[in-house]
């Protein structure tokens, strides 16, 4: 459980990962701003009942970040966004 404080691009070699997971995600507002909390949640195949499995929470700064990232990604999503970032 962390608050990103940095992204770059990773250069090692991967591929999809073969299970899949929920993902809850929260806005939570403090006294330092606003942060984006994604919780990933344990996969279906889980003895266990559901619990949080990972969070990363992400400022305004690095939420934007992010988001040129995925529009990197997915280009098409920049229509979506309504233009894409200012």
Known sequence: MAKIKEFFKDTKTSGPHPTEVECG??????????LLQLSTY???SRQSE???????????EHAAELL????H???DLKDEAGGGLR
């Open 25 to 34: 995600y929260q806005v939570i507002r403090g006294r330092e701003g606003v």
């Open 42 to 44: 344990g996969s279906d």
């Open 50 to 60: 559901k619990k949080t499995s990972q969070t990363l929470q992400l400022d305004r």
């Open 68 to 71: 040129r990232i995925i529009i």
């Open 73 to 75: 990604a997915f280009p």
